[in-house]
């Protein structure tokens, strides 16, 4: 599959949610991003592609300049993963939604994605929910923002988070994950 996305000129839609490629598929797939010229929206929810696989994901970003949604959620990066993500949204301009829900990224991951909107211009969706951030932080963030579902306060637009989430960073960094262990 990995192989064909690197030629292919005409997929837009990849859906590969629950498909466990882990780590070695999400990394053959981020080689395929690198040259791949076609494809707008990857889903690679629940693979378990972990940290190393967000890594090579978020190399990929780094160069490719077409993809605008990505789903990444329940795929335990960790902050180390969420921080791969923020490193490639500080030079990708075409990533405009961007689902990182239930990874555990903690504060620690959190803060890296609020410095990664100080240059990052395009990212317009940021799904956060369920990430082991403090209860505190789950209360300030929805009123510094405008939500756009009612029901889901860490579904957010980041065009109206962009300098707060940043006066927000000193404070987030240090609290404590009370949430999740």
Not at 87 to 113: F, P, V
Not at 170 to 181: D, E, G, M
Request: hydrophobic share 35%; charged share 15%.
């Amino acid at each position: 599959m990995a192989e064909t996305l690197e030629t292919n000129q005409s997929l837009q839609t990849l859906y590969l949610a629950s498909n466990n490629i882990g780590s070695e598929g999400a990394a053959a797939i981020a080689n395929a991003l690198k040259t791949n010229q076609s494809l707008q929206f990857l889903n690679l929810s629940d693979n378990n592609i972990g940290k190393e696989g967000t890594a090579a994901i978020g190399k990929a970003l780094e160069t490719n300049q077409l993809l605008h949604t990505l789903y990444l959620g329940c795929n335990n990066i960790g902050s180390e993963g969420s921080a791969a993500i923020a490193k490639a949204l500080k030079t990708n301009q075409s990533l405009q939604a961007l689902n990182l829900y239930d990874n555990n990224i903690g504060s620690e991951g959190a803060s890296a994605m609020g410095e990664a909107l100080e240059t990052n211009q395009s990212l317009q969706t940021l799904h956060l929910l369920d990430n082991g951030l403090v209860m505190t932080v789950q209360r300030r963030l929805p009123r510094l923002s405008k939500r756009t579902s009612h029901c889901n306060p860490w579904v957010f637009k980041t065009t109206t988070l962009r300098g707060k989430v940043l006066r927000l960073l000193p404070w987030l960094s240090k609290q404590t994950n009370r949430c999740k262990p």
